[in-house]
């Protein structure tokens, strides 16, 4: 009963900032690593993001590296993708991915002038 809900997308100017966030239940949260991809449109799907359980080790896809941040809180289950310095290619639905090859519905994040 694994449960991922995603929240936070919008639309946003070049440069500009957002920030996602990813509900988390149905597990023991603090044992797993979690992760965000995104699939832009007619794309596959990419992943931009890691976190270990701990949150002591992140991975960031090069695409993404230096501009993205992702964090966790393990005392409310939560997951957040801070993106900044948005770029018109990072428009895509974004999924919060957790264990058992879960996801989440996605939140659409729009780059746009």
């Known amino acids: 009963q694994v ?3 995603e929240s936070g997308g919008g639309l946003v100017q070049p440069g500009g900032s957002l920030r996602l966030s990813c509900a988390a239940s149905g597990f ?3 044992d797993y690593a979690m992760t965000w991809s995104r699939t832009p449109p007619g794309k596959e799907r990419e992943q931009v993001a ?7 080790y992140k991975n960031y896809a090069t695409s993404v590296d230096g501009r ?3 964090s966790r809180d393990n005392v409310k289950d939560m997951v957040y993708l801070q993106m900044n310095n948005l770029k ?5 639905v974004y999924y919060c991915g957790g264990p058992y090859d879960s996801w989440g519905q996605g939140t659409q994040v729009t780059v746009s002038s």
């Open 3 to 5: 449960q991922l809900v």
């Open 28 to 30: 023991p949260f603090t």
């Open 50 to 56: 890691y976190i270990g359980g701990s949150g002591g």
């Open 68 to 70: 993205f941040i992702i």
């Open 88 to 92: 018109p290619e990072d428009t895509a």
